[in-house]
């Protein structure tokens, strides 16, 4: 619902929207205070509902999981869910070369 909610206020400003997928969390990192999504497996599903919402909508959509996923890179994380600043630099270079690619900026 939320998705949704989100999605319809933002197309009134007829603003370019595109939505990014949640990347791979590392799972042995996890502490009491961790958030609610503690396995990749949540990560997924999440990411299919988020996935599904755009598509119906028309809105682009930029996944980055199964990439993130398959390589090793727990070295980017500061805890279990928050990149660090070298994977937040990572992730604005994938989403500037999505932007680029696709026209959108």
Not at 7 to 14: F, I, N, S
Not at 47 to 66: L, M
Not at 86 to 95: R, S, V
Request: with cysteine; net charge positive.
């Amino acid at each position: 619902m939320y998705w949704h909610k989100l999605l319809d206020v933002l197309a009134q400003t007829k603003a370019k929207i595109v939505v990014t997928d949640l990347i791979p969390v590392i799972e042995n990192r996890y502490t009491d205070q961790a958030s609610l999504i503690r396995c990749n497996a949540d990560v997924e599903r999440y990411n299919q509902i988020i996935k599904k919402i755009c598509k119906e909508r028309n809105v682009s959509f930029f996944a980055r999981y199964d990439k993130w996923k398959a390589q090793n890179s727990e070295e980017l994380y500061k805890d279990a869910i928050h990149p660090n600043a070298k994977g937040q630099q990572i992730m604005a270079e994938e989403l500037y070369t999505y932007l680029n690619k696709n026209k959108i900026l």
